[in-house]
């Protein structure tokens, strides 16, 4: 059970010393502490404030694609705008709702978890943030450009995405400023996770989120640049006469691909490998027990970032490669199945015997667990070579990707959110309505992606605004799970805001198994914190694993 | 920032320079795989015959 209704905030001699810093916690205000930001809890705010007006309006363009195929024909919107709203919804999505989501989440928690003051680089993290709306308005702005906003689907395969209208080169330009903050952030992380961790913090203390985080940040500072050379590319075939990717001029547009993907499934795990963090954190402390495998968890993650590299061609089986480059592709793949599955089993053995709750961080958690399992699944069905080559390009790989990125990487967000937020506010949010928002979430998240495999698996291409009558059963049930979905979510920025408003004061610990430096420190976390590095002797008690 | 993070920042000037050189080494390496994955097409390219390297051909279309 949560310890959040009247202990005082301050219960150790590490709180007490706080407390004492808190008398000399300045801070700037108005709009400059905003901009001219280096604090990283503020910029962690800003950065979840982004992604969630990120999420909003990408998710409102997930409504037009679900209204749009609500039913066969061509009713709310032309062909175009359609393919448009598929490539935007995903654009938005992953690079401005879920990447910049898990970046708040590390300059919010990664100092205050290895005691470090700050992130190395506060100035860096600072323009790393305030490049992300520059990006993203010119690339909403494309939506009013002549010909419209890019329609090639995310994967921006050339030569279609060459063809694109006065989109193109603004839409370059934004995934550009988007890698830059994404090299940068990753940068700050991992120079302040070599750099600045407090005496006593190994390498081996560090909690899974640090670690996921470490891990992950290798993995964006090898898979952007080449996201970035592959647009830089696209871009010369464009205005400079270059034929990288066009086949009459000598270039190859399956090398696009080649190229596309060995940056596109790191990605994968560039969005999923903090969620793991974050679901290590929150299992232990709703089981009352320690994470099952440390170490092992550890080298699972680090495997499944290594491996995240060798796979890339699984995307690509219909283009026709070689058989021994389908054959290492396919088994490659299925190797990413034995570390995750050391993963699954080991939460399922940290909650095995334990005495479990489920306050709504669980709840997420769990949810993350079941679901995101059932994506890893389909998944092991599209590594299969023969299968994959009925799968390819149905709402069967939408259904797979979706269950990996909603009910996995944005359920963990969502959870990590619900666990951390009374440490930065403060406060105790309210728990009926956010396990409300877990049972809303759940259902209709099923309901809107499940059809989906049946869908594809009866051979529904995807990327289409129109289909064939005998799909139109399931779309109908697959749209109201999308608009439910989509309205369930309105709980949540409400949760939070009325939490910040009106919530009950909550605890140094709050959750009373937590573990963890950051749970040393006093609710909110001061504006300055570990000014003066925590003692080994605190390390090592939070360090429980 | 207040003057003890100052101090924990900036005090030790062997930290300074392991900050400075691991930015400066992570930067190389994003630069290596931008230039590099551009560079490997430009070569694949001209192995090739036309393509990328041929912009002569593709001007003239």
């Known amino acids: 059970m949560a310890e959040h209704t009247h202990a005082p905030a301050a219960t150790s001699p590490a709180h007490a010393v706080h407390a004492v810093h808190d008398e000399h916690d300045h801070r700037p205000h108005g709009w400059r502490r905003w901009v001219y930001a280096t604090n990283h809890k503020d910029i962690g705010t800003m950065y979840l404030v982004f992604a969630g007006l990120m999420f909003l309006i990408g998710g409102s363009f997930a409504m037009v694609i679900r209204a749009e195929l609500f039913e066969p024909g061509m009713q709310l919107v032309d062909p175009q705008f359609f393919n448009s709203m598929t490539t935007m919804h995903a654009l938005f999505m992953i690079f401005g709702a879920v990447m910049p989501a898990w970046t708040g989440l590390a300059n919010w928690l990664i100092p205050m978890q290895i005691g470090a003051p700050d992130m190395a680089l506060p100035r860096l993290n600072n323009l790393s943030f305030w490049i992300l709306p520059f990006a993203f308005t010119l690339l909403f702005s494309t939506l009013f450009v002549p010909g419209g906003a890019p329609a090639g689907g995310w994967t921006l395969y050339a030569p279609l995405m060459v063809q694109t209208g006065d989109a193109f080169p603004m839409t370059i330009f934004a995934i550009h400023m988007m890698g830059a903050s994404s090299i940068l952030g990753a940068i700050n992380v991992i120079v302040t996770i070599m750099n600045m961790r407090a005496k006593g913090m190994g390498l081996l203390r560090m909690p899974l989120f640090v670690w996921t985080w470490f891990i992950t940040a290798f993995l964006l500072i090898a898979a952007m640049p080449v996201l970035a050379g592959a647009v830089t590319m696209l871009l010369t075939d464009h205005y400079f006469g270059t034929t990288f990717f066009t086949a009459t001029g000598g270039g190859d547009p399956i090398m696009f691909q ?53 796979v890339w061609a699984h995307h690509m089986f219909v283009t026709g490669i070689p058989l021994a480059g389908q054959l290492f592709f396919m088994l490659s793949t299925m190797l990413i199945a034995v570390p995750t599955g050391v ?35 389909s998944g092991l069905m599209l590594a299969l070579v ?7 390009g149905t709402y069967f790989v939408v259904a797979h990707f979706h269950y990996v990125l909603v009910p996995g990487a944005i ?7 619900y666990y951390w937020l009374p440490k930065w506010s403060g406060k105790m949010y309210d728990m009926r309505l956010a396990t409300w928002h877990f049972w809303l979430s759940t259902v209709f998240v099923n309901v809107l992606f499940f059809p989906q495999h049946f869908l594809g698996l009866a051979g529904m291409p995807r990327r289409i605004p129109d289909y064939a009558v005998q799909f139109t059963d399931w779309n109908m049930v697959s749209s109201i799970g999308g608009f439910a979905f989509g309205l369930s979510q309105l709980l949540f920025p409400y949760i939070v805001l009325k939490c910040l408003r009106s919530g009950e004061p909550a605890t140094g610990r709050v959750w009373e198994s937590a573990h963890g430096l950051e749970w040393e420190l006093p609710s909110p976390a001061p504006y300055h914190s570990w000014g003066e590095p925590p003692s080994e002797a605190l390390i090592a008690r939070g360090a429980a694993h | 920032m207040i003057a003890g993070q100052m101090r924990v920042l900036d005090s030790d000037p062997e930290r300074r320079r392991r900050v400075r050189r691991t930015t400066l080494v992570l930067a190389c390496v994003a630069l290596a795989f931008y230039i590099g994955f551009i560079v490997m097409s430009v070569m694949r390219s001209s192995r090739q015959g036309g393509g990328a390297a041929d912009t002569t051909a593709a001007a003239s279309r």
């Open chain 1, 258 to 310: 080649h190229i596309f993907w060995f940056f596109g499934h790191p990605e994968v795990y560039i969005l999923i490998l903090p969620a793991f963090g974050v679901v290590s954190e929150i299992i232990p402390t709703f089981s009352r027990k320690p994470l099952f495998g440390y170490e092992t968890m550890v080298y699972a993650t680090a495997s499944i970032g290594f491996l995240s590299f060798i």
């Open chain 1, 343 to 377: 993963k699954v089993f080991n939460w399922t053995a940290t909650m095995y015997k334990g005495s479990l709750s489920f306050e709504p961080p669980m709840l997420f958690a769990l949810g993350f667990l079941f679901m995101f399992t059932i994506g890893g699944f």
């Open chain 1, 386 to 392: 023969p299968a994959d080559y009925e799968y390819h």
């Open chain 1, 411 to 417: 359920f963990a967000i969502i959870g990590a959110v």
